[in-house]
């Protein structure tokens, strides 16, 4: 049973997040991910000045003439949403939490999803696959999903995006838009990046908070990371200290976006106390440039 408090929370992120898709993002996602493959259509017989490339030669055998395989456009999608739900997530310092801006952030990109006539999945994972949703079309589906990430309870304590990446590499049988929404707080993924990349058409969108850089000046306090428990004690009140720390954050999401960059893997920068519509929209402006 579904309480009435969930339900007011998925209407409140219908409408605000349908508000953005009709009068902002759904002609842009249209462009930025229209079909670009091929889909086998019919055969004909052959005529005089087509491809001989497209022969089809079993029909071609049954028949005693020559048919080519005639392709269209594909223009039903796949959009499979990869949401990070490991601990870290739920940090939050200012208005929102991580995982709170990656549902917003997935709402918005199912509602212009199936706008375009899109099937839309949901994968949920921490160190180990968490739910899977298949991809279907419409608005009843979305909610499901946008119920889904607002109410599962994650059993995992670690992020392992490798793991995910497997997984949908082998659910999917034919090339998808894969949107990966994370902090990224894990290690040893690369492989998996490189490879869901070729099969499939993938897009990450980094998630952080601006107070995750930063140690406040409150003297010897403990840390605990969320992932692996491990608790450490701090001397915040060292500068030296609060300077290493903030250098060290900002250089491992600066080399998070090079490997990116390398890779030729689309990402998206958003953070918990800034709007994420300049940084999508900029995102589908590049898209467009780049087709």
């Given at each position: 049973?579904?309480?009435?408090?969930?339900?007011?929370?998925?209407r409140k992120l219908e409408i605000q997040t349908k508000g953005l898709v009709n009068n902002i993002f759904g002609g842009e996602y249209q462009s930025a991910f229209k079909g670009r493959g091929m889909e086998f259509s019919e055969v004909r017989a052959y005529s005089y000045g087509d491809d001989v490339r497209q022969i089809d030669w079993n029909v071609t055998a049954r028949n005693g003439e020559p048919y080519i395989k005639i392709f269209e456009e594909e223009r039903e999608q796949i959009l499979m949403l990869c949401v990070d739900i490991s601990p870290s997530g739920f940090f939050g310092s200012l208005s929102q939490t991580k995982m709170e801006l990656a549902i917003e952030l997935s709402a918005v990109l199912a509602f212009s999803a199936i706008k375009n006539g899109d099937k839309v999945g949901l994968v949920l994972f921490s160190d180990h696959i968490?739910?899977?949703?298949?991809?279907?079309?419409?608005?009843?589906?979305?909610?499901?999903?946008?119920?889904?990430?607002?109410?599962?309870?994650p059993t995992g304590k670690r992020t392992d995006i490798a793991e995910a990446l497997g997984y949908v590499n082998r659910l999917l049988d034919r090339r998808a838009i894969i949107v990966?929404?994370?902090?990224?707080?894990?290690?040893?993924?690369?492989?998996?990046?490189?490879?869901?990349?070729?099969?499939?058409?993938?897009?990450?969108?980094?998630?952080?908070?601006?107070?995750?850089?930063?140690?406040?000046?409150m003297g010897l306090i403990p840390f605990t990371d969320p992932e692996t428990g491990d608790e450490?004690?701090?001397?915040?009140?060292?500068?030296?200290v609060r300077n290493a720390f903030r250098a060290r954050r900002l250089k491992k999401r600066a080399d998070l976006k090079e490997k990116f960059l390398k890779s030729k893997i689309d990402s998206i920068e958003v953070k918990t106390n800034h709007s994420y519509v300049k940084p999508l929209i900029n995102f589908f402006h590049r898209r467009l440039q780049r087709y």
């Amino acid at each position: 049973m579904i309480s009435k408090d969930i339900l007011k929370k998925v209407r409140k992120l219908e409408i605000q997040t349908k508000g953005l898709v009709n009068n902002i993002f759904g002609g842009e996602y249209q462009s930025a991910f229209k079909g670009r493959g091929m889909e086998f259509s019919e055969v004909r017989a052959y005529s005089y000045g087509d491809d001989v490339r497209q022969i089809d030669w079993n029909v071609t055998a049954r028949n005693g003439e020559p048919y080519i395989k005639i392709f269209e456009e594909e223009r039903e999608q796949i959009l499979m949403l990869c949401v990070d739900i490991s601990p870290s997530g739920f940090f939050g310092s200012l208005s929102q939490t991580k995982m709170e801006l990656a549902i917003e952030l997935s709402a918005v990109l199912a509602f212009s999803a199936i706008k375009n006539g899109d099937k839309v999945g949901l994968v949920l994972f921490s160190d180990h696959i968490e739910k899977v949703i298949p991809p279907k079309k419409g608005r009843t589906h979305v909610l499901r999903l946008i119920r889904e990430l607002l109410t599962i309870k994650p059993t995992g304590k670690r992020t392992d995006i490798a793991e995910a990446l497997g997984y949908v590499n082998r659910l999917l049988d034919r090339r998808a838009i894969i949107v990966l929404a994370s902090d990224f707080e894990d290690s040893d993924f690369d492989k998996q990046l490189k490879i869901t990349n070729r099969k499939h058409d993938l897009v990450n969108i980094i998630i952080h908070d601006e107070h995750e850089e930063y140690l406040p000046n409150m003297g010897l306090i403990p840390f605990t990371d969320p992932e692996t428990g491990d608790e450490i004690l701090i001397d915040t009140s060292s500068k030296k200290v609060r300077n290493a720390f903030r250098a060290r954050r900002l250089k491992k999401r600066a080399d998070l976006k090079e490997k990116f960059l390398k890779s030729k893997i689309d990402s998206i920068e958003v953070k918990t106390n800034h709007s994420y519509v300049k940084p999508l929209i900029n995102f589908f402006h590049r898209r467009l440039q780049r087709y």
